[in-house]
T-cell receptor, first 117, second 117 residues
Framework: GAGVSQSPSNKVTEKGKDVELRCDPISGHTALYWYRQSLGQGLEFLIYFQGNSAPDKSGLPSDRFSAERTGGSVSTLTIQRTQQEDSAVYLC???????????????FGAGTRLSVL | AQKITQTQPGMFVQEKEAVTLDCTYDTSDPSYGLFWYKQPSSGEMIFLIYQGSYDQQNATEGRYSLNFQKARKSANLVISASQLGDSAMYFCAMRDFYGGSQGNLIFGKGTKLSVKP
């Protein structure tokens, strides 16, 4: 597809369950970002991947959160033992390049709305 | 610390009128980029316009222009000739390399714009 694709669009889960959120970036984009958008906190950076470099995990809120990026393309964000405070919209973005240039436009997907009951 | 401030939680504008959405920022890095995104109710973040800290002229993209006042650290978005489809949340964001950041975006809280017919 032409844009960033995220699945599922909505996910309802029970407290304590694990969830996986998927992001398929724009073809050819080397950088991939995950953000979380919640009512009280606005948009928060979670994790960033650039090519084969080690990811920047500085924004992950706890060790229950992890992410992988396989083959430099698709990424999966995993939340283990979900809590109600994990309820939010999880947004993925990709950019052609990262680092070195202030103008690296990040293109976002439509997000996954996670509800933890 | 880096920070983006949007002081208008909500704004109303009459169709075909112009509207200015405020954004102020704070950073110690001389090299940075400022972005505006639109988020309609569908949830996707849509890139609108970019301004670099060294750009001499204000950025323009169609009906969008960015009123960049570097000394005041402000980057206001101006939308001319508002349309009903402009009703959405608007986010100001900044990208810099302070503290070794790899360029994730820092977002303001957003302004909800409602265009009245």
């Amino acid at each position: 597809g032409a844009g960033v694709s995220q699945s599922p669009s909505n996910k309802v889960t029970e407290k304590g369950k694990d969830v996986e959120l998927r992001c398929d970036p724009i073809s050819g984009h080397t950088a991939l970002y995950w953000y979380r958008q919640s009512l009280g906190q606005g948009l928060e950076f979670l994790i960033y991947f650039q090519g084969n470099s080690a990811p920047d995990k500085s924004g992950l809120p706890s060790d229950r959160f992890s992410a992988e990026r396989t083959g430099g393309s698709v990424s999966t964000l995993t939340i283990q033992r979900t809590q109600q405070e994990d309820s939010a919209v999880y947004l993925c973005a990709s950019s052609l390049l990262a680092g070195g240039l202030a103008k690296n436009i990040q293109y976002f997907g439509a997000g996954t709305r996670l509800s933890v009951l | 610390a880096q920070k983006i401030t949007q002081t208008q939680p909500g704004m109303f504008v009459q169709e075909k009128e112009a509207v200015t959405l405020d954004c102020t920022y704070d950073t110690s890095d001389p090299s940075y980029g400022l972005f505006w995104y639109k988020q309609p109710s569908s949830g996707e973040m849509i890139f609108l316009i970019y301004q670099g800290s060294y750009d001499q002229q204000n950025a323009t993209e169609g009906r969008y222009s960015l009123n960049f006042q570097k000394a005041r650290k402000s980057a206001n978005l101006v939308i001319s000739a508002s349309q009903l489809g402009d009703s959405a949340m608007y986010f100001c964001a900044m990208r810099d390399f302070y503290g070794g950041s790899q360029g994730n975006l820092i977002f303001g809280k957003g302004t909800k714009l409602s265009v009245k017919p």
